[in-house]
């Protein structure tokens, strides 16, 4: 049962423009939500997150969005750059534990 | 600071045989979690732990994985026997519970059961 879901597991786009990924989740008893990044041979890092009492949170050139209505997030990098390229995973958590997404490979082209 | 330790980084073994993965979270954190990277479903969690007490094992696939955290800095999760189908990487993070609880991860455990 998988409780967030990303369902785009890829995504190209060109230096310096916007990269826009998403997620979506089915509990509404998540409380937090993360992002994290992913380089291969690499374990997971945190990204940025936002409270379910927020529906922005911003830090540099990432922006999360979050609409509990529609149990939609989104992770907005602007500009993106090369170095970005990676797995991105979408987290939720509730109660302690942590559920991650299947992930958005992004790349970032020169 | 060391960060999350685990080991083996890689494993390969044949099918059947007993696979035992450690994992030594950061001082001081009070969670800890065992997770599966797969293709096809991203990191699903297989348990987590909350002051060395297992809390939810929901995930753990099937009877051959078992996972024990006998005291604050060392956990392990084994499978037995083993099959082709489990390979993977295995991630283990803990954290420290408070904040936002964003996980701190460890360099994975890629496991390939021939």
């Known amino acids: 049962d998988q409780q967030v879901k990303q369902n785009s597991p890829s995504l190209s786009v060109q230096e310096g423009r916007i990269s826009i990924l998403n997620c979506d989740y089915t509990?509404?008893?998540?409380?937090?939500f993360l992002w994290y990044k992913k380089y291969p041979a690499e374990g997971p890092t945190f990204l940025i997150s936002?409270?379910?009492?927020?529906d922005k949170n911003e830090d540099g050139r990432f922006t999360v969005f979050l609409n509990k209505s529609a149990k939609h997030l989104s992770l907005h990098i602007v500009p993106s750059q090369p170095g970005d390229s990676a797995v991105y995973f979408c987290?939720?958590?509730?109660?302690?534990?942590?559920?991650f997404g299947a992930g958005t490979r992004l790349t970032v082209k020169p | 600071d060391a960060g999350v330790i685990q080991s083996p980084r890689h494993e390969v073994t044949e099918m059947g045989q007993e696979v035992t993965l450690r994992c030594k979270p950061i001082s001081g954190h009070n969670s800890l979690f065992w997770y599966r990277q797969t293709m096809m479903r991203g990191l699903e969690l297989l348990i987590y732990f909350n002051n060395n007490v297992p809390i939810d094992d929901s995930g753990m696939p099937e009877d051959r994985f078992s996972a024990k955290m006998p005291n604050a800095s060392f956990s392990t999760l084994k499978i037995q026997p083993s099959e082709p189908r489990d390979s993977a990487v295995y991630f283990c993070?803990?954290?420290w519970g408070g904040g936002t609880g964003e996980l701190f991860f460890g360099e994975g455990s890629r496991l390939t059961v021939l």
């Open positions: 987290a939720a958590s509730a109660y302690g534990d942590m559920r």
């Open positions: 509990n509404s008893m998540f409380d937090y």
């Open positions: 993070a803990s954290h």
């Open positions: 936002i409270s379910s009492i927020k």
